[in-house]
């Protein structure tokens, strides 16, 4: 399949109700709805900023807004952008309940509509792997910060173990893959990467300064998290998050 063919499928896939309702059940009121995964992540975001003056920043695929609440809610002015405007419609009225401003805009990660140079922050969790062409995307996400300005990926290697691949295992409620959308998956290059794999894109793509981010907040918060409520399909891999500059 051609890369415009793989979008399509993968848009159609995104604006169905039942998986935008996944994604907000999951992330924003399930993961982040926890107290301490959020105060968490919180505390490790403001990390990846550390002591840098951080006036705008941009969450590529940001879904419902889930990282993108964060860097609003730090006072930071953020973009969040998707490729399905029913996800944006619900990020939308998340920012609404959460009172955070917050632009929205409809558009492709591997071509975002934004113009470069603007950004002292560009952020994107778990959406490299969907992408049919990551190396390019990251590349141009590169042009869309201002020399100096910080990019945040934010991944997760999925468990070895079969039986947390089970116990995490929480697939949205009224929608199935056909087999149209796995063959799909199942073309993309980056479908499972580690966060070493990541790191040489980011070399590649002109980044300095890499770093890998210590997740044991992230880590002890959610094995609370499955401890307290075991049915509710706690994620089971390992998170990460890279942080690279752009060279002044």
């Known amino acids: 399949m051609q890369a415009d063919e793989l979008k399509q499928i993968f848009r159609e896939g995104w604006m169905n109700s039942s998986v935008v309702e996944h994604r907000v059940e999951r992330f924003i009121e399930g993961e982040f709805g926890f107290e301490p995964s959020f105060q968490a992540w919180r505390s490790v975001l403001k990390q990846a900023i ?17 990282i993108a609440q964060f860097w609003a809610a730090m006072g930071i002015e953020t973009t969040g952008v998707d490729f399905s405007a029913t996800m944006l419609a619900a990020a939308r009225e998340v920012a609404a309940k959460k009172g955070l401003k917050i632009n929205f805009v409809e558009g492709d990660a ?51 173990d079969s039986n947390k691949q089970k116990r ?14 796995r063959e799909a998956m199942s073309q993309l290059p980056f479908r ?6 990541l790191r040489v894109v980011m070399e590649a793509a ?29 994620l089971q891999g390992t998170p990460y998050i890279l942080t690279g500059r752009r060279p002044e």
């Open 50 to 66: 550390g002591e840098r003056n951080v006036a705008s920043a941009v969450d590529m695929g940001t879904g419902p807004g889930t």
């Open 110 to 160: 591997e071509q975002p509509p934004l113009k470069e140079g603007t950004f002292d922050l560009l952020s994107s969790r778990a959406v490299l792997f969907t992408l049919p062409h990551p190396g390019y995307a990251v590349a141009r996400w590169v042009r869309l910060l201002r020399p100096g300005g910080l990019m945040v990926l934010i991944g997760e290697i999925p468990p070895a």
């Open 168 to 181: 995490a295992f929480r697939p949205a409620q009224g929608w199935k893959p056909d087999e149209t959308y």
């Open 192 to 197: 499972e990467h580690t966060d070493q794999m």
């Open 206 to 234: 002109g980044l300095i300064e890499i770093k890998n981010l210590q997740m044991d907040e992230v880590i002890s918060a959610r094995e609370v998290h499955d401890k307290l409520d075991p049915e509710y399909g706690v």
